[in-house]
């Protein structure tokens, strides 16, 4: 099976996740046939909703690699047979008909098989006992912690050069657009908008996600099982709650996601990863991970070395989950920036009832407006929403349906089609000037997301880079920050630093670039360092 992705252009159309089973030999499935049968099993699963307008047909043969005759004679099939329609103007869309949809299940709340989720009563014992259990910090400092602390104190303060990673170029926020967003949704607001609402969020934005997130991430999205947060950490503070025990996580990730689970009682394990992404294996073969009850992951773009999952480790972790009744936790971090491959489709498809897919609205458009989401396996949506304190119920429904109108009506894709160019033309950028300025430094993980890992020349240390950069006014951040303080022996990753380029202002990006690249290349043997 081959997941391939379609990305319409500006002329009509969003993102759009097909899945053709592609092959060779006797018997292989012809690309139109392949075609037709994605296009109709996202329609009858209720993935494409009716109405949804697709890709032209010369985008859609671009982006999957087939013939624009092979791509239009399957629109105008699947137009004759019903599914679809074509209007002059309008482009092709779903057919405006009833799908079947999906069977729906019963809403019993089990916690499947071998696991069991925490209670109240459990919750508290596991967070006075088992707090520093499989993921504590050892007795004495070590180098890890103390970048680790480094890493938090420059979280706080404010470089000139911003090149630290995990936040967008809000000056791009589409403000015109989301206005009008925002005015059409506080005039259309029904009364009890205004009131205290449902804990899992609008019916209007859980609606409009499921939509989006069935068409361009393949998550096979249910609005009863979506659960709006005020933002990412708040989910994953959620899940800390309702998942019992050990908590597999990669060996490279956000600290502050650790310091969550762990606070709630939550301990972590790391888990290896290489070029393929997470040893997801290692659930399975390790004795170290025989009590972990779920896994988080960061399967489309792990963060922050930037790989994707391997096929077969994907196929691995939810094998894991199914066997023993375990929970995957997938962090969908920069799901929609990919530039030289095509993305991967959520984990989530895979197996809804195993998986929980967690996204969020701040890398696409701004942390500021503190919204993020979670498609729960059935079993778990009351759990969380029984978790939430009262000054956890309240989510702003005002955003909540500013982002409903924002997604409908197709401007959430054209701001990230366009932030996804953006972000591509600065990605060369700091590849060209690197190579230009600095060849011996190495940038890898750069065919997605929002940053590069820069693997340092020959013989320069992080510390000693960090310190010329900070000199320089160059704020970034270094790999070893990012590492579980209880990952056996050492890295095996070179120094490097994790280079951020969303977060400058456009006019700001180049001066950025110039600092680093003057920095680094002064760093180099034979080179005088040059206070600031």
């Known amino acids: 099976m081959a997941d391939s992705w379609a990305t319409s252009r500006p002329s009509g159309g969003g993102d759009l996740h097909l899945d053709l089973a592609l092959s060779t030999g006797p018997g292989a499935r012809r690309p139109r046939a392949a075609l037709l049968a994605a296009l109709r099993d996202a329609v009858r699963t209720g993935r494409l909703a009716p109405g949804t307008r697709l890709p032209s047909s010369r985008s859609l043969a671009a982006d999957l690699g087939l013939a624009r005759n092979t791509v239009a004679g399957a629109y105008a099939e699947l137009v004759a047979e019903g599914w679809l329609s074509a209007r002059q103007g309008s482009g092709t869309r779903v057919a405006e008909r009833a799908a079947p949809a999906p069977p729906s299940r019963p809403r019993e709340r089990r916690t499947g098989p071998g696991r069991a989720h925490r209670t109240e009563s459990g919750r508290a014992a596991t967070h006075r006992t088992g707090q520093r259990r499989g993921g504590g910090h050892p007795a004495g400092e070590t180098h ?177 989950a199914r066997r023993g009744g375990g929970l995957v936790l997938e962090d969908d971090y920069d799901g929609e920036f990919r530039y030289d491959r095509h993305p991967v489709g959520a984990l989530q498809g895979l197996d809804p009832e195993r998986v929980v897919h967690l996204g969020t609205a701040s890398k696409a458009l701004a942390p500021a407006l503190r919204l993020a989401w979670m498609v729960l396996p059935d079993h778990l949506v009351d759990d969380v929403l029984a978790a939430k304190t009262p000054a956890e119920w309240a989510v702003g429904s005002l955003d909540q349906l500013t982002l409903a109108d924002f997604l409908e009506r197709g401007a959430y894709d054209r701001h990230v089609r366009a932030m996804r160019q953006r972000y591509r033309a600065r990605r060369d950028r700091l590849v060209e000037a690197l190579a230009a300025r600095v060849p011996e430094a190495r940038a890898t993980g750069i065919a997605a997301g929002l940053h590069a890992v820069l693997a340092l020349p020959p013989g320069v240390g992080e510390e000693r880079a960090l310190r010329a950069l900070e000199r320089a006014g160059v704020g970034l951040d270094p790999l070893t920050g990012f590492r579980h303080p209880a990952a056996p022996g050492t890295s095996a990753a070179p120094p490097s630093l994790v280079v951020g380029y969303g977060s400058p202002a456009e006019h700001a990006y180049g001066a950025a670039l110039e600092a680093l690249c003057t920095t680094l290349a002064s760093l180099r043997p034979g080179a005088e360092v040059h206070p600031a």
């Open 144 to 320: 890890q912690e103390r970048a680790r602390a480094a890493l938090a104190e420059r979280r706080r303060q404010r470089p000139v050069h911003d090149l630290r990673t995990g936040a967008p170029d809000v000056s791009a926020f589409p403000r015109s657009a989301w206005l009008t967003s925002a005015r059409r949704a506080l005039t259309a607001a029904p009364a009890h908008a205004f009131s205290h609402g449902d804990l899992r969020g609008t019916a209007e934005l859980r609606r409009a996600l499921a939509d989006y997130l069935a068409r361009a991430r393949g998550v096979r999205a249910d609005p009863e099982r979506i659960v709006v947060c005020a933002g990412f950490a708040q989910g994953v503070s959620l899940l800390s709650r309702v998942v019992a025990g050990t908590v597999a996580v990669e060996e490279y990730g956000l600290f502050f996601h650790r310091e969550l689970l762990q606070v709630r009682g939550a301990p972590t394990r790391p888990l290896p990863v290489d070029a393929r992404g997470a040893r997801t294996q290692a659930l399975d073969t390790d004795p170290g991970f025989a009590d972990a009850e779920a896994v988080l992951l960061t399967p489309a773009h792990q963060y922050p070395l930037g790989v994707p999952l391997h096929p077969d480790r994907r196929a691995a972790v939810v094998d894991w």
